[in-house]
């Protein structure tokens, strides 16, 4: 059968609303979030149900016809961005995006894996729940996503990744067979895990069709404080502080140097600096109560931060005073990447090292980078809390996009993930490999960490048809041990 005949095949399948090959239709879908990676797609296959999804895999693996899925194509290292060959087809689930069922006895949501973080959000929330975990993209990522780069966010502190939030999976592996683990089982061990296998597994073993996630109550109150200190070792030294007085009240530890604030400050409309300080660093801290019989966040807060004051390591300190300002700190911290979007070119790294030596990594390392490269300035924000920071490498001012990172993003960037290696730390603590970060991957890792990887992409997806490009570096020989 000819690829056109393939595609036909497909076209009837999923009728007018579910196949698209028009490119203006394929367009918004063929470049990453970032825009740094352009390529082309046969078409864009649109499902409406696990069964047509499980009829397009086994039409793709009879006629070796490759697959990129995609969910908002939010995604932070090009894993949803077809190559430029054209011959792949995009497999978006954003059809699939019906919440089933909420239920609050068991505190548990069964979803699409099409459905939007946000509207997630929102439709527990009706129910007095919560899903607690949220990041700056929630208004495109979706739940099939979220699985599969096993997603991170702001409250991984308190509630963990995406891994500990999934309680079941669907999926429709390579084969096309349905995989149905969709009812939460607390124990099950019946040998690999199959859902854990399919978290972060960025779509190259199978596609994640339905889930059954983990909810927490909603929250009753909260307070969020906008903290200024001098470095990132008083960051810490305030984290452990936190940790200890404030315990599971404690949601969300973030950190951002002030040239963050004023990329967001210059490029986001309606956002203002919550304390006077212009120097220096800052911290977003979340402390909140699901219950009743938990001390009020506010008074927590307050005896806390009074205490840092006090004894110097707080510079300054305010506590939102409505839920509105609230949401207006949180929304600096969520509009930093957009933010440097505006501003100009630069190299971003999610990394992570032992949280005990993030400071010391961010106060150690930056300075020895911006010396090497000179006019780059570091901007290093996010997840203290978890040892994960974004680490971003600006370009000078003034430098062409192209050019600058043409000459520079290989380099500067294997310099980076040297030092993180140096430290034991992760190249990539959130975002997942991609196609971005493929050969860097390849160059770090263990040779007994890729071979198994190999191992069992090629046993489950022996034609190749999931992804191909991504995450796995398939070399023509294993690794050398
Ligand atoms: C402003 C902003 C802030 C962000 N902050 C964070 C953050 O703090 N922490 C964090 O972890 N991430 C963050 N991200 C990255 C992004 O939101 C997450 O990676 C998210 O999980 C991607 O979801 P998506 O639906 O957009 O997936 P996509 O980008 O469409 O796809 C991501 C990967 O998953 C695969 N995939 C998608 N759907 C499926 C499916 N149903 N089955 C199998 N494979 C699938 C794709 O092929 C690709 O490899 C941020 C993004 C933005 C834009």
Redesign the pocket.
């Known amino acids: 059968m000819s690829d056109s005949q393939v595609l036909e095949k497909l076209s009837q399948l999923l009728g007018s609303k579910g196949f698209t090959s028009d490119p203006d239709d394929l367009a918004p879908w063929t470049t ?2 970032r825009g740094r990676y352009h390529g082309q797609a046969a078409a864009l296959l649109s499902p409406a149900t696990t069964a047509e999804v499980s009829e397009i895999i086994k039409i793709a693996n009879a006629h070796q016809l490759t697959l ?10 090009a ?2 961005t077809p190559d430029k060959s054209g011959a792949s087809c995009l497999l978006s ?1 954003r059809r699939m995006n019906r919440i089933e069922m909420v239920d609050a006895v068991s505190r548990q949501v069964r979803c699409e ?2 459905v ?2 946000q509207n997630l959000h929102e439709a527990v929330a009706e129910k007095g729940l919560r899903f607690p975990l949220t ?4 208004g ?15 409250q991984v502190l308190r509630h963990g ?2 891994r500990n939030l999934v309680a079941g999976v669907e ?1 429709v592996l390579p084969d096309g067979s349905i995989y149905d683990g969709l009812v939460p089982l607390k124990k099950d061990n019946r040998g690999y895990d199959l859902k854990h296998l ?1 978290i972060g ?4 073993i ?4 339905r889930a059954t996630l983990q909810l927490v109550p909603a929250l009753l109150d909260r307070a969020v404080a906008w903290v200024a200190v001098d470095t990132p070792q008083d960051a810490y030294a305030l984290l452990l502080a936190a940790t200890n007085a404030l315990d599971s009240a404690l949601e969300g530890f973030e950190i951002l140097p002030d040239v963050a604030l004023q990329h967001v400050i210059k490029h986001i409309p309606g956002t203002r600096r919550p304390v006077e300080s212009e120097k220096g660093w800052h911290v977003l801290i979340e402390l909140v109560r699901d219950s009743d019989d938990q001390v009020a966040p506010a008074s927590l807060a307050e005896n806390f931060l009074g205490q840092m004051l006090e004894a110097g390591l707080a510079k300054d300190a305010v506590i939102a005073a409505s839920e509105a300002q609230a949401e207006a700190f949180w929304k600096i911290r ?2 930093i ?2 933010a440097e979007r505006a501003e100009g070119p630069a190299l971003q790294h ?1 990394i992570s090292v032992p949280v005990s030596a993030m400071a010391r990594f961010i106060e150690t390392e930056s300075p020895q980078i911006e010396e090497r490269y000179p006019g780059t300035t570091v901007v290093a924000f ?2 203290l809390g978890d040892g994960n920071i ?1 680490y971003h490498v600006k370009a000078p001012k003034g430098a062409t996009a192209e050019e600058w990172y043409a000459r520079f993003a290989q380099i500067i960037s294997a310099d980076v993930y040297d030092r993180v290696t140096a430290y034991g730390g992760s190249i990539s603590a ?3 490999i ?1 196609q971005a970060k493929l050969a860097e991957f390849e160059r770090l890792s263990d040779p007994s960490r890729l071979n198994a990887l190999r191992a069992i992409k090629l046993a489950l997806d022996p034609n190749g048809i999931m ?1 191909p490009g ?2 796995v570096p398939l070399a023509s020989k294993p690794a050398a041990a």
């Open positions: 990453d979030w990129v899925p995609q969910g908002g194509n939010s995604g932070m290292v894993g949803a689930l894996a099409g939007v973080l990041l700056g993209g929630k495109s990522a979706t739940v099939g996503g979220l699985i599969s780069t096993n997603a991170g966010g702001t990744t995406m999926a399919l597994a960025e779509g190259t199978g596609i994640v069709t969520d509009s990447a957009e999610d996010g997840h974004h959130e975002h997942g991609g992804n991504k995450l």
